[in-house]
Nanobody
Framework: QVQVVESGGGLVQAGGSLRLSCAATGRIFGNYAMGWFRQAPGKEREFVAG????????TYADIVKGRFTISRDNAKNTVYLQMNSLKPEDTAVYYCSAGTYFYLRSPNEYRYWGQGTQVTVSS
């Protein structure tokens, strides 16, 4: 089993940047693909970005492509989400999760969810 804890959220103005972190413990972190998801009030949880077990491959939702970057440091058991050019519509609780394949975008394909970190972007 893998436990994950997200951090780095906060309040930022539109156009600003934030860097989210997801620290993992438990079973070998490097065995898992990792994904970032987000959920806004009243909406379903949606895929944001995914990265392969070794960081060699990644994929993004179209709505964040070019603005967000996912990365990982297996030596630190941590995955990151660098978010630039933030927009009010990026406001949500952001979650990371461990899964088998980085390119899968359904939350159902991922396990070991954290509690999330709130990101609020003001206009």
């Amino acid at each position: 089993q893998v436990q994950v804890v997200e951090s780095g959220g906060g309040l930022v103005q539109a156009g600003g940047s934030l860097r989210l972190s997801c620290a993992a413990t438990g079973r070998i972190f490097g065995n898992y693909a990792m994904g970032w998801f987000r959920q806004a009030p009243g909406k379903e949880r949606e895929f944001v970005a995914g990265i392969s077990w070794n960081g060699g491959s990644s994929t993004y939702a179209d709505i964040v492509k070019g603005r967000f970057t996912i990365s990982r440091d297996n030596a630190k058991n941590t995955v990151y989400l660098q978010m630039n050019s933030l927009k009010p519509e990026d406001t949500a609780v952001y979650y990371c999760s461990a899964g088998t394949y980085f390119y899968l975008r359904s939350p159902n394909e991922y396990r070991y969810w954290g509690q999330g970190t709130q990101v609020t972007v003001s206009s």
